[in-house]
């Protein structure tokens, strides 16, 4: 059995003593090795910061990214926005248009119903003016110094067309159908027709001197205008 040298056993002996007397204090660990775990802990440390940085870009891009598609899709609804305004206002012009149309076809209508209610019984009164024209002129042509007592036939036969004319020209006025007779008038284009001029003292230029026949006008609406002669300088 080969003997341990004495260094040996002494080296042993203060080992073994140490650790018995360190054993209540705190474990030191060689320089070396503090170092080792030190960079250890800051590499773990860059690690960190690293990803976190790393996170934090990566989160930055998805938000830049989300906002890019947000102001996308906001831009695409402004258009949109734009485009249906653009509609309503087209539609709402066109709807104002027909309602504007449709109240000018209503008036119109109206205006023709009412006209037509006023005029319907023109070409009938115009029929008529031949026979109240006939009528005057028997009147006319009965001879006012043989209408006596003493010729008791033909003053009944005057009264009768006397009665006759009044009746036919109340009844003219009730339908709104009036005489145009504008003896001592000024000359009117819209309700006269000047069949001649002649001078006559005392009178203005344009003066109806004469009335050939009397005219007709049905409310407003002349039928038949009044030939007339009127007068010159």
Known sequence: MSRIPTCARIGKALFNRSVYLNRSLPLRLPQTQVKYLWSKA????DDSENKEASGSSTSTEESKSNESEVNAEIEDLKKQIETLSEKNNDLLDKYKRALADGENARQRFNKQLEESKLYGIQSFCKDL???ADTLSLANDSVPKEEIKESNPHLKSLYEGLIMTDSNLKKVFKRHGLETINPLGEKFDPNF???LFEQAVEGKEPNTVVVVSKIGYKL???VIRPALVGISKS
């Open 42 to 45: 800051e590499n773990k440390k």
């Open 129 to 131: 003016l031949d026979i």
């Open 192 to 194: 006269h027709e000047a």
């Open 219 to 221: 409310y407003n609406r």
